[in-house]
């Protein structure tokens, strides 16, 4: 649901970046939830960068990283589980969208319980819990 709630809002606000949040121990940087959700608002619109990344001075990882045209930000630390937050900003005021998981992945397994049991009626390749959830 966040990530078709931040599909609607980049229609309207022009200028977003994503922090993907993760345990420690999680190898993958960003994550697949984080960038699933920058391909799906660059087929909204790529956000308004008002520094292009080869002129920022100082080291260019500090940014984080270029996924289909967003900055999306990893953090592992011990605690999170997976949280997932988009930030969308205009002059003097911002708005965030943030998911998290909790203390467990339960939320993960729930969707993809979800999902097996509607697989049946599903022709072709469904990407997103929300769409899914439209198309079951």
């Known amino acids: 649901m966040a990530q078709a709630a931040a599909a609607l809002v980049a229609r309207h606000l022009p200028q977003w970046e994503i922090i993907d949040y993760a345990s420690a121990s999680k190898l993958d940087a960003p994550s697949g939830t984080a960038r699933e959700l920058a391909e799906r608002l660059a087929a909204v619109r790529h956000p308004h960068v008002e520094v292009p990344m080869e002129q920022v ?5 500090a940014r984080g990283a270029t996924v289909a045209g967003a900055q999306i930000h990893s953090l592992r630390l011990p605690s999170f589980v997976v949280s997932t937050e988009v930030v969308f900003a205009l002059p003097d005021e911002r708005l965030s969208i943030r998911h998290d998981a909790g203390g467990t992945a339960e939320p993960y397994v729930s969707g993809t319980l ?5 697989v049946r009626g599903i022709t072709g390749l469904v990407r997103g819990l929300d769409t899914l959830m439209l198309s079951a």
């Open 114 to 118: 979800l999902a097996i049991r509607a």
């Open 57 to 61: 001075a100082g080291t260019r990882e």
